[in-house]
């Protein structure tokens, strides 16, 4: 029994063993949901902030995934997560989530601290994830959030900081996410900016009471505080901030006239009844999201009548919009219908956004429709009116009410600028004008009778219009300025010169500047005549009839002019030998053709200017003249379309200066693009074919056969050689042509031909053909000058004088005058000049050389033997530049002197004593003074040696006083002396 109560017990435990074991597995299956808060719980708040006229709402910033060009750890955005979850420890380091930099400034508001504090305390709640867990029970992780705007250069304003004190779960089969709601709180102003380029930053960091422990014996050394954001795997919810804002308030929206630029005034008045093109509205809108474009999901604009109604609902497609700097721009026009209500009109701006549901709704200042208005505007539809001595001038001003259906208006009008007693300026209608109803029009005329003398004649004149209506109150004021053109009674016409199809303008005699006379003008020799289109126009304030000829032609060419209206042959008068144009009405134009045959003559030239001068009947000094070139063709015709220098100087003009090189030989590339177009024939194939320049006599005869030196390269539009081509009547072709000049061009305007002649017909009486002249101007170079010793060196005696034949070389391009001269040593003359002039001024033709003579006078005390260098300089001179001496030239002529005279040579040498002689003749002196006085020093030294030498024997054999009497030796002392001499050695 014992046992078996026992086995029960134990039973038991094992089963409450298991039940916990049970609980524990499914309590780890839901840890993963959310705690007890809950998104919609955050207190709820109407819509009611703004700042300023910039509308708001509440906005719901998500804090998702991180995005590269933001940047941090997280993206602080205003599109709902959709992807994947991420978290992140908060212990080693902050973490920090951000919004792009802004495109504009953004206005961020806070909502009421719902801890109360009074009406100043504002708060941005933050609703986040967060999860703390430890290795052992009884830890606290406390996070830190501090919220911020960051400017562009860096600096960044704290708007609130806060804290959140989150229980470390140690449980050990898993932790869950709590969504807890931080309140950033601040006392202050409600709404903060972040300037455009900024960004707004949330960072979260933390600290737990876990770090540095070892943790339980089963949860291990586990110590996070982590923070979730993104899209949570196991929520519908997300991390999330809530504030006012309105990220599209720097969005606007404008009304002009049509055609207006942005940058342009606004027109805020309009009237019913205006002129058509005058009730066209323009509406432009720039709208700009600080958070990007994308966040933007529709725009529209409304206007919206007095009586509530609205003409203009317009919602923009992604056509009507475009990007600008990050902004979408758009343009719509209403062009509203004659007799609108008048009144005050509502225009307002509506920007729908991603975070919707409703938009963003902006202003704009009110746009009145007026009842009454004044259209005023010349009759003739031009600004200025003419003056002349003496005369009468009418001036038409159409007067318009522009105002409202039904309403009348009375009209004044008076002359504003001063005027003196000799003026008489007065309206048909002192008394005023009635116009009755909105839309009606009626015509006023000003007569303007000006005096004799028009030295102190007004520029203009302005003119005031006032409207009254029918109670007497002004209500239209506006001016209109007309101005004033002095001419005379006669004046001379203004002549425009058109092609045969009357499209491209030849010449104007008002500006003559802008046309190249020198383009030529085709006149084909095996067709028709070619018409050319002149219109004259009377300038003179009278009316007038002109006369004309024609003062310059190619020789050989026929001519004739017809009356353009009519098609009937201007005859030449008999009595003047002139033609004459019929009467013209002032300001009025008359159209005249000239025809043009080209010379048959093959010898006559195939272009030259043309002249036709048209003169005042009513004053013959009173001119202007109209000028062409016509260029003969003969069935081909040829123009280059595109050269190496650009159109600016005219095609076919070439400066050589401005063609890029493209190979690396020694040669200068000209490159062009010539368009040949067969003029005569029918539809079958005829063959052309292209000369080479090099090989045409017309380039051998000119320039002394220089050109045909030249390489000239013909190539198809694919560079191949293409010397014959096909055509048909009307068909043109494209070729190229390449050249290269050689080296050595005069610096000019050369012309050379380009033939392209029928190869079909070898007869060049019927032969077709065309000669295309193409200018090559080549610039002034540097100047390259060379002088060269002619004559050999010869040696001189001192005072002689010689002549030496120099050459002088000019290897630029254009003739150059140069200035001689030469530098000698002292004593010497030398002279450098033409032997014909005597003039040291010498011209020096381009590509040429001169010889000239330098004249040499040597010094009377040159030494024989002496080399000297006399330099001869060269200076290029011109009128119009200045040349620096780095172009100078030189040249070294190296002279000796010989003397063969033996008492001559001493003589010079004497009297223009050389340096080494000089040091020659001292040190010979201090040789002989020297020696002179080392034997005196010598003597003196053998004397006083002599005596030492003496006394130093005297000391060293120490001998005996002289002998004066006998004294007897004793043998030992002999022996003694005997010894002693045999020890002493002989010298030899």
Known sequence: MELTALTQQVARKATLVSLFLVFVMFSSLFASM??????????????????????????????????????????????????????????????????????????????????????????????????????????????????????????????????????????LFGCGWNQEIVRMEWIGEQYKTIPSGGALTLSVSAESTCEGQGGGPIGGDRCEAEVMWGDPDDSDDYSMLEFWSNAASGSEVRIFSEGALWTDPENLQWYPNALPDDRSMEFKINVIDALGREDITQVSIQLRSPDGSYPVDHTFTNAELSSDDGGLVGSFIWSYPAGIESGVYALTLSVLDIQGPNPFVFEHDDVVVEKYGVDVRNAMDRNTEYIAP????????????????????????????????????????????????????????????????????????????????????????????????????YSPPMLSLWDSDQENQIYNSSRPESFDVTEPQFVDDLGPPTPFYIDL????????????????????????????????????????????????????????????????EPDDPDYDLMEVEFSSAGNTTLSAIVQFTPHRTNGMQAVVEFDCDGAENGLGHIESENCLNDDSDEYIDIRMRIKATQTSGDQSLDSWRIVNPGDYERNAEAEEGRYTLWEYIITDLNNDPMPLFQTTSGESVEFWLEIHLTNQVLADNHTIYLRIEDADDPDPESQRFFDLPISIEV?????????????????????????????????????????????????????????????????????????????????????????????????????????????????????????????????????????????????????????????????????????????????????????????????????????????????D
């Open 34 to 171: 959310s705690a007890s808060y809950n998104q919609s719980n955050l207190q709820e708040e109407s819509p009611i902030f703004h700042t300023g006229e910039v509308p708001v709402k509440l906005y719901n910033i998500f804090i998702d995934k991180r995005n590269s060009t933001a940047g941090g750890d997280g993206y602080l955005t205003t599109k709902t997560p959709n992807g994947d979850q991420s978290n992140e420890s908060a212990l080693a380091e902050t973490l920090e989530f951000r919004t792009r930099n802004l495109l504009s400034d953004m206005p961020i508001g806070g909502r009421q601290a719902s801890g109360g504090g009074g009406s100043a305390n504002w708060e941005i709640p933050v609703s986040i994830y967060l999860r703390a867990t430890a290795g052992s029970q009884g830890n606290t992780a406390t996070y830190t959030f501090t919220l911020r705007i960051e400017s562009e250069g860096g600096s960044s304003e704290t708007i609130s900081t806060a804290q959140k004190e989150q229980s470390a779960c140690s449980d």
């Open 537 to 600: 126009f009377n300038t003179g304030f009278d009316s007038d009839s002109f006369r004309f000829e024609v003062t310059e032609k190619p020789r050989g060419t026929v001519y004739y002019f017809v009356d353009n209206q009519t098609g009937q042959m201007i005859n030449q008068d008999t009595e003047d030998g002139l033609w004459h144009t019929p009467t013209m009405p002032r300001h009025t134009t008359y159209t005249l053709a000239l025809y043009l045959n080209p010379s048959s």
């Open 390 to 489: 003496d005369q009468t001038t009418p001036i038409s001003l159409v007067l318009r009410h522009t105002g409202s259906d039904g309403s009348s208006i009375d009209i004044e009008l008076a002359v504003q600028t001063s005027l003196d007693s000799s003026w008489l300026a007065q309206f048909d209608r002192p008394e005023g004008y009635t116009i009755s109803d909105g839309g009606n029009e009626l015509t006023a005329i000003l007569t303007l009778q000006a005096p004799s003398e028009l030295d102190n004649a007004p520029p203009r004149l302005d003119i005031s219009v006032r409207a009254y209506n029918t109670s007497g109150a002004e209500v239209h004021y506006t001016t209109i300025q007309i101005e004033l053109e002095k001419i005379g009674v």
């Open 779 to 987: 610039g002034e170079g540097n100047p390259a000058l060379k002088i060269v010793q002619v004559s050999a060196n010869q040696p001189m005696l001192p005072g002689d004088t010689t002549d030496y034949t120099m050459r002088l070389k000019n290897e630029g391009n254009t003739d150059m005058q140069v200035v001689l001269s030469a530098d000698s040593p002292d004593g010497w003359t030398a002279i450098a000049q033409n032997p014909d002039t005597q003039s040291s001024l010498v011209l020096v033709p381009a590509f040429d050389e001169i010889t000239f003579t330098l004249q040499v006078t040597s010094a009377s005390d040159a030494r024989h033997g002496d080399f000297h260098t006399i330099t001869v300089v060269g200076q290029p001179q011109s009128f119009t530049t200045g040349f620096s001496d780095d172009f100078n030239t030189d040249s070294d002529v190296d002279i000796r002197v010989e003397i063969n005279d033996p008492v001559m040579r001493i003589t010079n040498e004497l009297s223009n004593m050389r340096t080494t002689t000089m040091l020659m003749l001292a040190g010979f002196v201090i040789l002989i003074v020297a020696a002179i006085a080392g034997r005196r020093r010598r003597a003196e030294a053998w004397a006083d040696m002599e005596e030492e030498y003496e006394e130093e024997l005297d000391e060293e054999y120490d001998l005996p006083d002289a002998v004066t009497e006998y004294v007897a030796v004793e043998p030992e002392d002999e022996e003694e002396d005997d010894d002693f001499l045999d020890e002493i050695e002989l010298v």
